[in-house]
């Protein structure tokens, strides 16, 4: 079956980049999603890529997608205390509403 | 738009007894679902409904499990009998083809 992966911890200073990795098994995977949780809240979804790109940008978030490897990668840019958070990794088959979510990356924001 | 509202936030109730969580999804949004999130399972999809018409209840862990969904804008789960082992948080998200979007979730606690 489909399986997201993630590693569980990234610590970064703040205003430095953060790089989150996930690595997926789907190779029918369509969309890929980026959703963020913030203590007690739900998951907000940040941002989302189809599979026929390799990039996306959106104001301080870069997404890359290296589907012949099946990794996908979020970039923060000039990280604040506000993005602490945990990320979720999640894909999703074309045709299909079903979405596998990875374990979620807890990222911390040193000050 | 509210975006996905869900009540309570909060349930705490005794093991045995029946709990009804409520979800209303955001209006227009064909799809509905279910989700599970415990710190042991991470995310779990328990049930998804396409124009209130349950798709896929895979993922709905036994027959204590009930979802309903008897209007566009209106869905419950329920669990009755409910155990101790059923404690964690309840989420409902709704969806357009692309984008899903999570509710804030009900933490529920039995004792």
């Known amino acids: 079956g489909e399986d997201v992966e993630q590693s569980l911890f990234l610590s970064v200073r703040e205003g430095d980049s953060s790089v989150i990795n996930c690595t997926y098994t789907?190779?029918?995977?369509?969309?890929l999603y980026w959703y963020k949780q913030e203590p007690g809240a739900g998951l907000q979804l940040l941002t989302y890529?189809?599979?026929?790109?390799d990039m996306k940008q959106d104001q301080r978030l870069t997404v890359l997608l290296n589907k012949k490897d099946k990794h996908l990668s979020l970039r923060i840019a000039d990280t604040q205390t506000g993005d602490s958070a945990i990320y979720f990794c999640?894909?999703?088959?074309?045709?299909?509403?079903?979405?596998?979510f990875g374990t979620g990356t807890k990222l911390q924001v040193i000050p | 738009d509210a975006g996905v509202i869900q009540s309570p936030r909060h349930e705490v109730t005794e093991m045995g007894q029946e709990v009804t969580l409520r979800c209303k999804p955001i209006?227009?949004?064909?799809?509905l679902f279910w989700y599970r999130q415990t710190m042991m399972r991470g995310l779990e999809l328990l049930i998804y409904?396409?124009?209130?018409?349950?798709?896929?209840d895979s993922g709905m862990p036994e027959d204590r499990f009930s979802a309903k969904m008897p209007n566009a804008s209106f869905s419950t789960l329920k669990i009755q009998p409910s155990e101790p082992r059923d404690s964690a948080v309840y989420f409902c998200?709704?969806?357009?083809?692309?984008?899903?979007?999570f509710g804030p979730g009900t933490r529920l606690t039995v004792t």
């Open positions: 998200a709704s969806s357009t083809q692309y984008e899903q979007y």
């Open positions: 789907d190779s029918s995977s369509t969309y």
């Open positions: 890529i189809f599979s026929n790109m």
């Open positions: 999640a894909e999703r088959s074309g045709g299909y509403q079903k979405v596998t």
């Open positions: 209006s227009g949004h064909d799809y």
């Open positions: 409904f396409n124009n209130n018409v349950p798709i896929d």
